[in-house]
Protein backbone atom coordinates (compact mmCIF):
# COMPACT_ATOMS: atom_id res chain seq x y z
CA UNK A 1 0.00 0.00 0.00
CA UNK A 2 1.31 3.74 -0.62
CA UNK A 3 2.56 5.94 1.69
CA UNK A 4 0.01 8.67 0.64
CA UNK A 5 -2.46 8.42 -2.37
CA UNK A 6 -4.07 11.01 -4.65
CA UNK A 7 -6.92 10.46 -6.95
CA UNK A 8 -4.72 11.99 -10.49
CA UNK A 9 -7.07 13.37 -12.06
CA UNK A 10 -6.88 14.77 -14.60
CA UNK A 11 -9.97 17.59 -12.89
CA UNK A 12 -11.48 19.72 -16.02
CA UNK A 13 -13.47 22.85 -14.36
CA UNK A 14 -15.02 25.45 -15.71
CA UNK A 15 -13.41 29.09 -14.72
CA UNK A 16 -15.13 30.06 -11.33
CA UNK A 17 -15.79 26.56 -10.45
CA UNK A 18 -15.09 25.20 -6.64
CA UNK A 19 -12.76 21.90 -7.35
CA UNK A 20 -11.38 19.88 -4.22
CA UNK A 21 -8.99 16.94 -4.26
CA UNK A 22 -8.32 14.81 -1.44
CA UNK A 23 -5.22 12.71 -0.60
CA UNK A 24 -5.35 9.72 1.51
CA UNK A 25 -1.78 8.56 3.98
CA UNK A 26 -1.06 5.34 5.60
CA UNK A 27 1.37 5.93 8.66
CA UNK A 28 -1.10 7.18 11.48
CA UNK A 29 2.34 8.53 13.40
CA UNK A 30 2.74 11.50 10.52
CA UNK A 31 3.07 14.59 11.69
CA UNK A 32 3.05 17.49 9.20
CA UNK A 33 1.11 17.66 5.60
CA UNK A 34 1.68 19.84 3.11
CA UNK A 35 0.35 20.93 -0.51
CA UNK A 36 2.78 21.93 -3.43
CA UNK A 37 1.84 22.90 -6.56
CA UNK A 38 3.88 22.31 -9.77
CA UNK A 39 3.37 23.43 -12.95
CA UNK A 40 4.71 21.77 -16.27
CA UNK A 41 8.12 21.75 -16.86
CA UNK A 42 8.84 23.51 -13.31
CA UNK A 43 9.78 22.28 -9.90
CA UNK A 44 7.41 22.55 -7.18
CA UNK A 45 6.47 24.92 -4.93
CA UNK A 46 5.02 24.95 -1.46
CA UNK A 47 1.46 26.10 -1.91
CA UNK A 48 0.74 25.60 1.96
CA UNK A 49 0.79 23.72 5.13
CA UNK A 50 -2.07 22.02 6.49
CA UNK A 51 -2.88 22.46 10.07
CA UNK A 52 -5.05 20.10 12.16
CA UNK A 53 -7.36 22.72 12.64
CA UNK A 54 -7.78 23.83 9.02
CA UNK A 55 -6.40 26.69 6.89
CA UNK A 56 -7.16 29.19 4.59
CA UNK A 57 -5.30 31.01 2.35
CA UNK A 58 -7.66 33.62 0.34
CA UNK A 59 -9.80 30.66 -2.60
CA UNK A 60 -7.45 27.66 -1.47
CA UNK A 61 -8.47 26.08 1.73
CA UNK A 62 -6.79 23.16 3.44
CA UNK A 63 -7.99 20.28 5.27
CA UNK A 64 -6.86 17.72 7.86
CA UNK A 65 -8.63 14.61 8.96
CA UNK A 66 -6.83 12.36 11.65
CA UNK A 67 -9.34 9.82 12.21
CA UNK A 68 -9.67 8.93 8.31
CA UNK A 69 -6.16 9.97 7.59
CA UNK A 70 -7.06 12.26 4.65
CA UNK A 71 -6.06 15.90 3.66
CA UNK A 72 -8.20 18.12 1.43
CA UNK A 73 -7.58 21.37 -0.67
CA UNK A 74 -10.44 23.29 -1.80
CA UNK A 75 -10.15 25.83 -4.39
CA UNK A 76 -12.80 28.38 -4.57
CA UNK A 77 -13.23 30.57 -7.65
CA UNK A 78 -10.95 28.44 -9.86
CA UNK A 79 -8.71 30.81 -12.46
CA UNK A 80 -7.07 30.04 -15.48
CA UNK A 81 -4.00 30.53 -13.52
CA UNK A 82 -4.28 27.42 -10.95
CA UNK A 83 -3.95 25.00 -13.64
CA UNK A 84 -1.51 22.77 -12.33
CA UNK A 85 -0.78 19.37 -10.81
CA UNK A 86 -1.27 19.53 -7.07
CA UNK A 87 0.87 17.48 -5.37
CA UNK A 88 0.48 16.00 -1.45
CA UNK A 89 3.19 15.81 0.85
CA UNK A 90 3.74 14.03 4.31
CA UNK A 91 6.23 13.90 6.79
CA UNK A 92 6.14 11.52 8.91
CA UNK A 93 9.11 12.17 11.46
CA UNK A 94 12.38 14.09 10.86
CA UNK A 95 13.26 14.28 6.99
CA UNK A 96 10.90 11.83 5.91
CA UNK A 97 8.57 13.04 3.50
CA UNK A 98 6.25 10.73 1.18
CA UNK A 99 4.40 12.38 -1.66
CA UNK A 100 1.19 11.67 -3.39
CA UNK A 101 1.89 11.08 -7.31
CA UNK A 102 -0.14 14.52 -7.95
CA UNK A 103 -3.57 15.41 -8.98
CA UNK A 104 -3.67 17.34 -12.50
CA UNK A 105 -6.10 20.10 -12.59
CA UNK A 106 -7.28 22.36 -15.66
CA UNK A 107 -9.49 25.30 -15.44
CA UNK A 108 -11.31 25.54 -18.49
CA UNK A 109 -12.04 29.30 -20.12
CA UNK B 1 9.59 30.73 1.46
CA UNK B 2 13.10 29.48 1.36
CA UNK B 3 15.20 29.76 -1.30
CA UNK B 4 16.91 27.19 -3.70
CA UNK B 5 19.25 27.50 -6.87
CA UNK B 6 20.42 25.06 -8.82
CA UNK B 7 22.96 24.86 -11.50
CA UNK B 8 23.10 24.35 -14.39
CA UNK B 9 19.56 24.47 -15.15
CA UNK B 10 20.13 23.05 -19.14
CA UNK B 11 22.57 21.05 -19.95
CA UNK B 12 23.06 18.78 -23.42
CA UNK B 13 26.21 16.37 -23.27
CA UNK B 14 27.61 13.95 -25.45
CA UNK B 15 27.22 9.99 -24.06
CA UNK B 16 29.43 9.03 -21.85
CA UNK B 17 30.22 11.98 -20.52
CA UNK B 18 29.96 12.88 -16.74
CA UNK B 19 27.37 15.83 -15.68
CA UNK B 20 27.61 17.59 -12.03
CA UNK B 21 24.59 19.17 -10.63
CA UNK B 22 24.91 21.59 -8.05
CA UNK B 23 21.83 22.22 -5.43
CA UNK B 24 22.21 25.27 -2.65
CA UNK B 25 19.96 26.58 -0.46
CA UNK B 26 20.49 30.30 0.07
CA UNK B 27 18.97 31.61 3.27
CA UNK B 28 18.58 28.44 5.45
CA UNK B 29 21.37 25.73 6.56
CA UNK B 30 19.96 22.72 5.57
CA UNK B 31 21.04 19.54 6.81
CA UNK B 32 18.75 17.21 4.29
CA UNK B 33 18.89 17.79 0.74
CA UNK B 34 17.05 15.88 -1.71
CA UNK B 35 17.55 14.54 -5.40
CA UNK B 36 14.45 13.77 -7.38
CA UNK B 37 14.10 12.76 -11.35
CA UNK B 38 10.84 13.44 -12.78
CA UNK B 39 10.52 11.99 -16.41
CA UNK B 40 7.72 13.74 -18.82
CA UNK B 41 4.65 13.23 -17.81
CA UNK B 42 5.21 11.14 -14.64
CA UNK B 43 5.60 11.77 -10.89
CA UNK B 44 8.59 12.96 -8.96
CA UNK B 45 10.83 10.01 -8.16
CA UNK B 46 13.08 10.26 -4.98
CA UNK B 47 16.38 8.78 -6.52
CA UNK B 48 18.16 9.89 -3.02
CA UNK B 49 18.64 11.69 0.63
CA UNK B 50 21.84 13.01 1.43
CA UNK B 51 22.73 14.30 5.07
CA UNK B 52 25.03 16.91 5.52
CA UNK B 53 28.78 15.06 6.25
CA UNK B 54 27.37 11.45 5.67
CA UNK B 55 27.09 8.77 2.52
CA UNK B 56 23.80 9.90 0.81
CA UNK B 57 20.79 7.11 1.31
CA UNK B 58 20.15 6.18 -2.24
CA UNK B 59 16.35 4.50 -3.05
CA UNK B 60 15.88 1.26 -4.49
CA UNK B 61 17.10 0.82 -8.44
CA UNK B 62 19.29 4.07 -8.10
CA UNK B 63 22.76 3.44 -8.68
CA UNK B 64 25.04 4.60 -6.20
CA UNK B 65 28.20 4.46 -8.41
CA UNK B 66 26.27 6.29 -11.53
CA UNK B 67 24.68 9.15 -9.44
CA UNK B 68 27.29 10.85 -7.22
CA UNK B 69 26.22 12.75 -4.48
CA UNK B 70 28.01 14.93 -2.20
CA UNK B 71 26.78 17.17 0.52
CA UNK B 72 29.67 18.43 2.30
CA UNK B 73 28.69 21.39 3.09
CA UNK B 74 25.19 22.81 5.02
CA UNK B 75 24.40 24.87 2.13
CA UNK B 76 25.64 22.73 -0.78
CA UNK B 77 24.84 19.47 -2.26
CA UNK B 78 26.34 17.49 -5.44
CA UNK B 79 24.51 15.30 -7.94
CA UNK B 80 27.14 13.69 -10.52
CA UNK B 81 25.92 11.88 -13.60
CA UNK B 82 28.65 9.58 -14.36
CA UNK B 83 29.09 8.15 -18.00
CA UNK B 84 25.78 9.42 -18.78
CA UNK B 85 23.73 7.83 -21.42
CA UNK B 86 20.77 8.66 -23.51
CA UNK B 87 18.22 6.97 -21.03
CA UNK B 88 19.29 9.23 -18.28
CA UNK B 89 17.88 12.40 -20.23
CA UNK B 90 15.34 13.87 -17.57
CA UNK B 91 14.85 16.68 -15.32
CA UNK B 92 16.58 16.18 -12.24
CA UNK B 93 15.42 18.53 -9.43
CA UNK B 94 17.09 18.90 -5.98
CA UNK B 95 15.54 19.86 -2.85
CA UNK B 96 16.47 21.52 0.76
CA UNK B 97 15.26 20.70 4.05
CA UNK B 98 14.48 23.17 6.41
CA UNK B 99 14.69 21.83 9.91
CA UNK B 100 10.81 22.10 11.61
CA UNK B 101 9.55 23.76 8.19
CA UNK B 102 9.09 21.19 5.18
CA UNK B 103 11.25 20.88 1.62
CA UNK B 104 12.19 24.10 -0.86
CA UNK B 105 13.06 22.63 -4.13
CA UNK B 106 15.40 24.14 -6.93
CA UNK B 107 14.39 25.14 -10.45
CA UNK B 108 15.90 22.31 -11.84
CA UNK B 109 18.19 20.91 -13.97
CA UNK B 110 16.95 19.64 -17.73
CA UNK B 111 19.54 17.26 -19.02
CA UNK B 112 19.67 16.29 -22.31
CA UNK B 113 22.31 13.09 -23.04
CA UNK B 114 22.75 13.08 -26.94
Known amino acids: RKEVEQDPGPFNVPEGATVAFNCTYSNSASQSFFWYRQDCRKEPKLLMSVYSSGNEDGRFTAQLNRASQYISLLIRDSKLSDSATYLC??????????FGTGTSLTVIP | GAVVSQHPSRVICKSGTSVKIECRSLDFQATTMFWYRQFPKQSLMLMAT?????????EQGVEKDKFLINHASLTLSTLTVTSAHPEDSSFYIC??????????FGPGTRLTVL
Open chain 2, 50 to 58: SNEGSKATY
Open chain 1, 89 to 98: VVNIVGNQFY
Open chain 2, 95 to 104: SAFERLSTQY
